[in-house]
């Protein structure tokens, strides 16, 4: 094993690849699209526009804002035979992201992406974005017995997101809370997800299929599944003088705290932060709650563990805005989906540009071989 270099746990801090997509620099609590910083994106331009910088390497002039509207607007329609499998799929009781892996392996260009032109391998890129909120809520309305909306080409994307999932258009409030949590979420390095992704485009794979994988890797708790447990925790707290009993008895027993901790930030999570002013904004009892129940539990896990930098991330926040827009808890990750689905394609049509298949190593730990091996 000459010139063998032994990665970290969890690759940990290791440089993998090139990218001019976007990095975080967590130190600084700051994190960036290409050569802006993301929250202020956010913060300023809607979802299209940060799509757009994230696809073509520059925020949009109105005119071609316009037209990428324009374009994902017809990308959220789903042909016939795809609504028929997303309907055969929500009634035998698939969840919505069992249901988006199975349509966007035959839904996008099964051809190798490594056949693909780039301006083929960015066609398909387009119509999984659009097309994912669209199957996500036709799954969450069936199977709560209601009628799949079609989408309105005449809303943004997060608005007719919204409006599929809810029923109703939503108010023009609601309609930014969302937007807003859908810019900042759309990439964030090297996460789980999004290294799926770039390692399954490494082989040449299809597009829908490195998709699937992405959306694989995203269900897992310790990765989208975030956000709905915050809400669980903040309702199992209820008065917010119960929350370093309960901090600390979870701590004891072993389990995480969702919503605090982060594995790159050691400064204040700066999507937390816009989220945090967007729930003020959006006010009520719920807000109040959640921001003395952030400031005591920080309290607490400072006492805890005194030598650690624990910071409030995305996804305590997350949790608080999506609900008060209307989102049902249990369409929290499916949400994330929507957006994080942007980064991945941007990773897709970066890694395929200059692909070289990823092929690392494992250190074998296991008793020294060869073993004699035992006559029947």
Not at 285 to 314: D, F, Q, S
Request: glycine share 8%; proline share 7%; with cysteine.
């Amino acid at each position: 094993m000459t010139n063998t270099q032994i990665a970290p746990p969890g690759l940990k801090g290791l440089i993998v690849a090139d990218t001019t997509i976007g990095s975080v620099r967590g130190q600084e609590g700051f994190f960036h699209y290409r050569h802006y910083d993301a929250t202020e994106v956010a913060a300023k331009r809607s979802f299209e526009a940060t799509a757009y910088l994230l696809l073509h390497d520059e925020l949009p002039t109105a005119t071609q804002e316009a037209e990428f509207r324009a374009e994902l607007a017809e990308a959220r329609q789903l042909p016939e035979s795809l609504a028929t499998l997303v309907d055969r799929f929500a009634e035998a009781g698939h969840p919505p992201l069992n249901t988006l892996r199975a349509v966007l392996g035959v839904a996008v260009n099964p051809s190798p992406s490594m056949d693909l032109t780039a301006s083929e391998r960015r066609q398909a890129v387009m119509m999984a974005i659009g097309v994912t909120p669209t199957v996500l809520a036709a799954v969450h309305r069936r199977q709560a017995g209601l009628t799949p909306l079609g989408p309105d080409a005449a809303l943004s994307h997060a608005g007719d997101y919204v409006r599929m999932v809810c029923g109703a258009s939503p108010t023009a409030q609601h309609t930014q809370a969302v937007e807003r949590y859908l810019s900042l979420t759309a990439d964030h390095g090297f996460n789980a997800s999004t290294f799926t992704s770039r390692v399954i485009t490494s082989t040449g794979a299809d597009v829908g299929g490195v998709l699937s994988g992405a959306v694989a890797a995203l269900s897992g708790p310790l990765h989208g599944g975030a956000p709905s447990r915050v809400l669980d925790m903040v309702e199992a707290i209820g008065d917010p003088r119960n929350t370093e009993a309960w901090g600390r008895a979870e701590l004891d027993a072993g389990r995480k705290l969702m919503g605090f901790g982060h594995a790159v930030y050691r400064a204040e999570d700066p999507r937390g932060v816009l989220l945090r002013e967007t729930a003020v904004a959006l006010g009520g009892e719920l807000v109040g709650r959640a921001m003395e129940i952030e400031h005591r539990m920080l309290a607490m896990l400072r006492a805890w563990k005194p030598e650690a930098t624990i910071v409030t991330n995305v996804e305590y926040y997350a949790a608080i805005v999506l609900h008060l827009a209307g989102i049902p808890q249990e369409m929290f990750t499916p949400t994330f989906t929507t957006s994080r689905i942007v980064g991945w394609g941007a990773h897709i049509l970066e890694q395929a540009a200059d692909n070289k298949i990823m092929r690392p190593t494992a250190r074998y730990v296991g008793v020294e071989p060869p073993k004699p091996v035992p006559s029947p």
